[in-house]
């Protein structure tokens, strides 16, 4: 090989390099970008957890309150039906 071949190898290694280095700090980037996203993702996710916690929590006890109902009902039939 002669010199300026070498030296036409040498530098086309170089702008290689170059480009790879370019191409991995891009993708660096992105995967940093994607990191923050899903941390905010995540972020959202627990908040929301949170709050349907909270409204689990203060919810009415539906059933038990149809339960009570009806057996007062029922007691108020009896009672009126016994005292006729």
Known sequence: MTIPQA????LELERLRRS???GFATTRG???LLLQRADQTDKTLSDH????????????PLPSLAAVTSCTALAVTLWESAGR
């Open 20 to 22: 790879v280095d370019v």
């Open 7 to 10: 030296e036409g190898v040498a």
């Open 30 to 32: 992105d995967l940093a």
């Open 49 to 60: 957890e949170d709050r349907l916690d909270t409204l689990e929590r203060g919810r009415w």
